[in-house]
C-alpha cells in the first residue's frame, strides 16, 4: 500500500495568483498523477508525472496553466497558475504503488474568488 | 471517454445487499474490470478487480458476466458507512495503475 499526504488540504485564493500544492508519498514511486475534480463532477487526469522528465498533459490541460514539479521519487506539485473561479475543484494526487490498485490522495480542495 | 456505463443513483436499506451495475460492452480481451469508490470529502478508495472469473474480498463480490459486457458490484451487508460514489473502470492490468478514466459513477444512498 501507500499513505499519500496532499498539502494544503483546502484554500481560499483571489484570481489571478497562484497555487501551489504538494503530494508526498511514503514510498518510491514511478509515477504520480493528478486529477481534477470539478463541483459535482468524477474525476478528471491532468497530467502524469515522472521523477526526470518532463510531465505528461492530458488533452485540454496545459503546463502553462498547470506546471508540475517531480524532483524525486517521493514528492511531487501541481501549480494552478493565474487562477480564475473556473479553476475551483477539488485537485487529487495519486500513484500506482502496485500492480492491482491506485492510491489517492485525501485532495486539495481549492476556492477562487 | 470512460468506457463504461452506471446508472446515475441507487439507494439501499442497511443491512440489506447492495448490487450495484456497470456496463462495459465495449470491453477489450486484456482489460480488467475495476471497481473504486469515493466517500464524501475522501479520495477515491480501490475496491475489487477482476478478469472473468467473479471474485470476493473482504469488502465485496464482483460478478463479471460470461461475454464480460456487463458486471456487478455485491455491497453484501450495505452499512451507513458504504454510501459513497461507486465507480466501474475497465482497464489493463498492471503497468501504471494510477491512470484511471473514471465515468459519472453511482452514488449510492445507505439508508437506515
Known amino acids: 500500500s501507500a499513505v499519500i499526504s496532499q498539502k494544503p488540504s483546502r484554500d481560499i485564493c483571489q484570481r489571478g495568483t497562484s497555487l501551489t500544492i504538494q503530494c508526498q508519498v511514503d514510498?518510491?514511486?514511478?509515477?504520480m498523477f493528478w486529477y481534477r475534480q470539478q463541483p459535482g463532477q468524477s474525476l478528471t487526469l491532468i497530467a502524469t508525472?515522472?521523477?526526470?522528465?518532463?510531465?505528461?498533459?492530458e488533452s485540454g490541460f496545459v503546463i502553462d496553466k498547470f506546471p508540475i514539479s517531480r524532483p524525486n521519487l517521493t514528492f511531487s506539485t501541481l501549480t494552478v497558475s493565474n487562477m480564475s473561479p473556473e479553476d475551483s475543484s477539488i485537485y487529487l494526487c495519486?500513484?500506482?504503488?502496485?500492480?492491482?490498485?491506485?492510491?489517492f490522495g485525501q485532495g486539495t480542495r481549492l476556492t477562487v474568488v | 471517454d470512460a468506457k463504461t456505463t452506471q446508472p446515475p443513483s441507487m439507494d439501499c436499506a442497511e443491512g440489506r445487499a447492495a448490487n450495484l451495475p456497470c456496463n462495459h460492452s465495449?470491453?477489450?480481451?486484456?482489460?480488467?474490470v475495476y471497481w473504486y469508490r469515493q466517500i464524501h470529502s475522501q479520495g477515491p478508495q480501490y475496491i475489487i478487480h477482476?478478469?472473468?472469473n467473479n471474485e470476493t474480498n473482504e469488502m465485496a463480490s464482483l460478478i463479471i458476466t460470461e461475454d464480460r459486457k456487463s458486471s456487478t458490484l455485491i455491497l453484501p451487508h450495505a452499512t451507513l458507512r458504504d454510501t459513497a460514489v461507486y465507480y466501474c473502470?475497465?482497464?489493463?492490468?498492471?503497468?501504471?495503475?494510477?491512470?484511471?478514466?473514471f465515468g459519472k459513477g453511482t452514488k449510492l444512498s445507505v439508508k437506515p
Open positions: 508525472a515522472n521523477q526526470g522528465s518532463e510531465a505528461t498533459y
Open positions: 514510498s518510491q514511486v514511478t509515477m
Open positions: 473502470i475497465v482497464q489493463r492490468h498492471g503497468g501504471s495503475q494510477g491512470n484511471l478514466i
Open positions: 465495449t470491453i477489450s480481451g486484456n482489460e480488467y
Open positions: 495519486s500513484v500506482g504503488a502496485s500492480m492491482t490498485e491506485a492510491f
Open positions: 477482476g478478469l472473468k
